[in-house]
């Protein structure tokens, strides 16, 4: 009978606080996993409900956005929001088993014991691990192994179903889940759905983070009710401007950046302009005399401005972008973080990305030529704004593009694409780097 071996657990930081365990399993287990993933989730799409858009071949995220602006429509709109507390932790595996049995799933025997032996696997932290104690696991879905994404498809699908079948519509991504009302009886009842959910499922709202039912502002309506009743407590009803949903802002007439994935954005560059401008030198490390002074200015700062151009382009090149802006000329790839741009409408956030990208990097080589001068002070040099922004510090013979990328530049080719091409030559973000950037 067939079973992983032993995965090693680690604890990542989540940026909200708390940490979020994640397995590693052996090589031979993960390719398992992942081979079942695939068949099991090609072989039982048509079964999932529309409305789920996490871990399919034929959705990703730009659906469940539109999607969600579509709900967002019509005149009186009530939200309801409902964050889990650690939900692939939790889901109970009596649970499971009975939605795989009851279900019309199309999954083997064989294919139920793999799921059984994954959702038994033992595991340990790393100095446990070594000295061969193990735990076993008795409740949720290994973060880390791909079938779980599957599974956890099959865990929500039946609380999917009951909201299908209520008035209203919502949308799924993984454990991301917003439905929308158009009247407060029928919000009440969808909120309702998702208690028993949890009461049948063994996960629970942490309502602390989950706004709950709340009212979008400014919407005419017969109905003028701002407040609710729930077991003889009442309150105002809260109103809000949009909705926040897999890093992007959602309302009806525009789509935006959240705050969290602007400060996650910030808070990669913020890392990469350290590791290449200041690590070394302000642990006291001498700064190799060859790296600065001639054409090139200092090669430090060449290297970090085309690590920033790769993570928000993606791997293009300036041309690349201005050619198509420019001339039409189609772009070969749009992937990276220019991918999360395509359905954002309004170009404020992103400008003012580019004016702390200029202004971190400034005082970044402000205190670089602080730690030059210590070292050598006929090596400090000065780059304009202007030749900051343009790349014409770099003279070079050496090719190098060292303009300085552009947030919105991004945006301008990537929103042109999707407005030219469609999304679906675009490379959608895939959960895990959702995950990276946004949660």
Not at 13 to 39: C, L, Q, Y
Not at 229 to 253: M, P, Q, R, W, Y
């Amino acid at each position: 009978m067939y079973e992983p071996k032993p995965a090693i657990q680690f604890e990542i930081e989540k940026p909200d606080g708390g940490t979020r365990g994640i397995m590693s399993f052996a090589i031979p287990d993960s390719a398992v996993a992942n081979v079942f993933h695939r068949r099991l989730t090609l072989r039982n799409t048509g079964i999932f409900s529309a409305y789920s858009f996490a871990y399919r071949p034929d959705k990703t995220v730009f659906d469940a956005i539109v999607h969600l602006q579509r709900m967002l429509q019509p005149s009186k709109t009530y939200v309801l929001k409902y964050d889990y507390s650690k939900y692939f932790d939790t889901i109970d595996h009596d649970y499971l088993r009975k939605l795989i049995g009851k279900q019309n799933f199309v999954i083997t025997s064989a294919e139920r014991k793999v799921i059984d032996a994954f959702l038994n696997h033992k595991y340990a932290t790393y100095p446990s691990w070594q000295t061969l104690r193990y735990e076993k696991r008795i409740k949720g879905v290994p973060q880390g192994s791909s079938l779980s994404l599957f599974l956890s498809n099959i865990a929500a699908h039946e609380l999917d179903m009951a909201l299908e079948r209520l008035d209203g519509s919502f949308v799924r991504f993984a454990d991301d889940v917003i439905a929308i009302a158009h009247s407060y009886s029928d919000a009440r009842d969808i909120e309702l759905d998702f208690r028993a959910h949890c009461e049948r499922s063994g996960v629970k709202i942490n309502f602390e983070k989950s706004s709950g039912i709340s009212l979008m502002d400014h919407r005419s309506s017969d109905d003028s009710r701002q407040f609710f009743l729930d077991k003889d407590d009442g309150g105002a009803l809260a109103t809000i401007e949009n909705v926040e949903f897999l890093g992007h802002k959602v309302s009806s007439d525009y789509i935006d950046l959240t705050r969290r994935a602007v400060r996650r954005v910030k808070r990669k560059l913020s890392r990469v302009i350290y590791i290449h401008l200041l690590q070394y030198p302000r642990k006291g490390h001498p700064i190799n005399s060859d790296r600065l002074g001639g054409d090139a200015v200092d090669w430090d700062l060449v290297t970090c401005v085309n690590e920033i151009r790769r993570y928000i382009y993606g791997g293009l090149k300036e041309k690349d972008i201005q050619r198509f802006i420019e001339e039409d000329k189609k772009l070969p790839i749009v992937r990276g973080l220019m991918a999360f741009y395509p359905l954002v409408s309004t170009v404020d956030t992103l400008a003012e990305l580019d004016g702390w990208l200029k202004n971190i990097i400034r005082r970044a080589i402000r205190e670089r030529n602080r730690l030059i001068a210590l070292q050598d002070p006929s090596a400090v040099y000065f780059i304009s704004a202007d030749n900051l922004l343009t790349g014409e510090w770099y003279k070079s013979d050496v090719p190098n593009e060292t303009r300085l990328p552009s947030f919105v530049r991004g945006w301008r080719g990537a929103r042109k694409f999707y407005k030219r091409y469609g999304l679906r030559e675009i490379k959608a973000p895939s959960y895990y780097s959702l995950l990276s950037l946004y949660s």
